[in-house]
């Protein structure tokens, strides 16, 4: 995912060389009212349906962009990495206003892999992450529960997070991740807890490939936190404990067509990211094929429940 260090030119990545791309802005927004009348459509009333960046890797950011169009999402979640163009505020506008597909959140850069993204200093992350993603018109900001050894930045990070609410309009939604197990005993890797129902924040993301791992009730979970549920990741699993699978939905034993069908009924307000892992994926063709029937997953159970409302 990582591509050679330096600020992207909008236009060298604007789209992706690889593939047949619209010559001009005017084919390619008929392009995209195709897609916006195709089966995939979502009607206004719907919750929308975005596609994450890490869904799409080994390709590039500038791909999602336009498998997203090209398929029929409603928008994109950007997960910050090593990736320039991922980090860079006014490419990914560029981006969004070509491919006509919005920006709906930013995964700040929390992960290991992402530690030194954007500096070490994790509150200096969480700023730039909703200074970005206000630049962008994006409602959410994801974010992971404090490594154990960020002592300073787990011991606050309850008071710290509500201090930095409290500053923006963009939501601050902490996601659930899961214990580490060595053998038959549990890592507590995460401060102070990894799982954002039982901390005291007033927004949350919930993964439906990390309920897997730390063998979580995706559905009581969801009840438990009511209104603070902000965000979903649309993904599944199908055993406890590592490796985080991030499967396509309906392919492992997690809830996910039954917590669509009840997103309605909970008022909720948020959007549904299809976050999978494609990485895998003997061809390009066949990592389409994920996305798309991630989307049709989507969609179809979100439409479900809204002819039963």
Not at 81 to 91: E, F, K, R
Not at 98 to 126: D, M, S
Not at 262 to 281: D, H, K, N, P, Q
């Amino acid at each position: 995912m990582e591509q050679a260090a330096g600020r992207p030119d909008a236009t060298e990545h604007a789209v992706p060389s690889d593939r047949a791309v619209p010559s001009d802005r005017t084919e390619h927004a008929a392009h995209s009212e195709h897609a916006a009348h195709s089966g995939h459509a979502r009607p206004a009333a719907e919750i929308p349906v975005a596609l994450s960046t890490a869904s799409v890797f080994p390709e590039r950011t500038p791909d999602t962009f336009e498998l997203a169009s090209r398929l029929g999402y409603d928008g994109i979640e950007v997960m910050v990495t090593a990736d320039p163009v991922s980090q860079d505020a006014d490419v990914l506008r560029r981006l969004a206003d070509y491919h006509g597909v919005p920006v709906l959140a930013v995964h700040a850069p929390c992960l290991l892999i992402t530690q030194r993204v954007w500096g070490r200093e994790p509150w200096a992350k969480l700023v730039k992450a909703a200074d970005v993603a206000g630049k962008l018109g994006a409602r959410v900001v994801v974010l992971h529960p404090p490594f154990r050894w960020q002592r300073d930045y787990a011991r606050d990070f309850e008071v710290g997070l509500a201090r930095a609410q409290a500053e923006t309009d963009v939501l601050f939604a902490v996601e659930n991740i899961y214990p580490l197990r060595a053998g038959s005993a549990e890592v507590a890797a995460y401060a102070p807890h990894w799982n954002p129902v039982e901390l005291d924040c007033p927004h949350v993301t919930l993964d439906l490939s990390h309920t897997a791992v730390s063998e979580s009730d995706a559905l009581e979970m969801a009840d438990q936190l009511g209104s603070r549920l902000a965000h979903v990741h649309l993904t599944d699993g199908t055993r406890p404990g590592l490796p985080d699978e991030h499967l396509v939905p309906g392919r492992g034993n997690q809830p996910c067509a039954e917590l669509l069908g009840r997103l309605r009924a909970m008022r909720y307000s948020g959007t549904v990211v299809v976050e999978i892992s494609t990485r895998r994926a003997l061809t390009a063709q066949e990592r389409y094929a994920d996305l798309e029937e991630s989307l049709a997953f989507a969609r179809d159970h979100l439409r479900a429940a809204s002819a039963l409302a």
